[in-house]
């Protein structure tokens, strides 16, 4: 598939020593959502403002759908959405006024701009709320709202820095689904993240950021395949301890199988077995088989695979610590080109 974003060794210094991007270098392809994930201070709104050519880079090099984001910047900002980290619409006006301010910005005719306008508002579920002034609103309504105003320009790319954090989960969701559904609709999405779990549900691909320098990059499976083992906890009755000998030793002879071990020895609340194995799912029925067929009662089976921040701390050493913050707002000026 054709590269829509290209970059090279892309560095940002702020100041003198405030070294937040550090020679980044990566490729999105066109129709992929395409995500940036890592933790506060990682780079990632760095990246994005530089990308999205308000922000200038220190060196390195870019181009968006072939054009060079200093050289053509104008033409640049024609064909991206941006939607930044903190919420960018006014308070002050309702929903309906602040998407159609946005189209003002883009020189979209009146007549156009209502129709869009209209458009937009249902498909982020706001028609109702769409003549209330957005002071009423909720985070959740907010971030939707925002998200549509990045749209007003039909881009081909599109940038969200955060696009959920501080969100309750219902909301996180929703705007999850919007996502997809531009990205099925053709639109190729850039995002940022610093829930792992959004990067995984999400992204085609994705780059592992920290301190400014991509530390992986591929599949959310190929990431999570270089950890490289899935894990398969079996609990029995507390004072089942023949059964859970038993199926220790039977499950021993499996093949597949990379180790069993007693998980929580000598407490009896935690009567069960740990399996290790690097194709989980391919496993949970033939232990299942083998433990039903020796008549060993099973109470609870748990299957659990890797997860990115499991990546995240083989790579780094530490965890993707999430720190919820409150959304803020941010004035209007800023998408005005
Ligand atoms: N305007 C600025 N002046 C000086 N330093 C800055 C500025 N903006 C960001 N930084 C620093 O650059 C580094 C990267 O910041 P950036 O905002 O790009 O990170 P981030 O990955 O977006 O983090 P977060 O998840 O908290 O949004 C941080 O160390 C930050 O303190
Ligand atoms: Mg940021």
Redesign the pocket.
């Known amino acids: 598939m054709e590269d829509i974003v290209v970059v090279d060794n892309l560095h940002?210094t702020?100041?003198k020593n405030?070294?937040?991007?550090d020679g980044i270098s990566f490729t999105v392809k066109k129709g992929e959502i395409f995500g940036?994930l890592?933790?506060?201070?990682?780079?990632?709104?760095?990246?994005?403002?530089i990308l999205t050519t308000l922000?200038e880079k220190t060196s390195g090099k870019a181009t968006i759908d072939g054009l060079d984001i200093d050289a053509d910047q104008v033409k640049v900002r024609r064909i991206i959405g941006y939607s930044s980290?903190e919420v960018g619409v006014d308070d002050d006006l309702t929903a309906r006024e602040n998407l159609m301010l946005q189209c003002s910005f883009h020189h979209i005719p009146t007549e156009k701009a209502k129709a869009k306008v209209n458009g937009l508002l249902q498909t982020i579920r706001l028609s109702e709320a769409a003549d209330r002034r957005l002071k009423t609103f909720s985070g959740g309504m907010r971030k939707r709202l925002d998200l549509a105003s990045s749209l007003v320009s039909d881009p081909k790319i599109l940038f969200l820095?955060?696009p959920t954090?501080g969100l309750d989960p219902q909301s996180r969701q929703d705007i999850w689904e919007y996502i997809v559904k531009l990205n099925r609709e053709g639109m190729t999405i850039f995002l940022?993240t610093?829930y792992m779990e959004e990067a995984d549900r999400l992204a085609n691909r994705l780059c592992i950021?920290d301190?400014?320098k991509i530390v992986a990059e591929g599949t959310p499976a190929e990431l999570k395949a270089q950890v490289g083992a899935d894990k398969i906890t079996l609990r029995f009755k507390i004072d089942d301890h023949e059964g859970c000998e038993k199926a220790k030793e039977l499950l021993s002879k499996l093949q597949g199988i990379e180790a069993v071990g007693k998980c929580g020895d000598g407490i009896a609340a935690e009567n069960g077995l740990t399996i290790i194995t690097k194709n989980g799912s391919g496993l949970v029925t033939q232990v299942v088989r083998a433990l039903d067929g020796a008549g060993i009662n099973v109470e609870q089976l748990n299957l659990s695979a890797p997860t990115l921040d499991e990546v995240f701390l083989k790579l780094t050493g530490k965890t993707l610590n999430v720190?919820e913050?409150k959304q803020t707002t941010g004035g209007w000026g800023r998408r005005r080109r």
Request: hydrophobic share 30%; charged share 20%; net charge positive.
């Open positions: 940002k702020y100041g405030v070294i937040a991007v940036f890592g933790p506060n201070g990682a780079g990632k709104s760095t990246t994005i403002k922000l980290q820095d955060e954090t940022t610093q950021v301190q400014g720190v913050r």
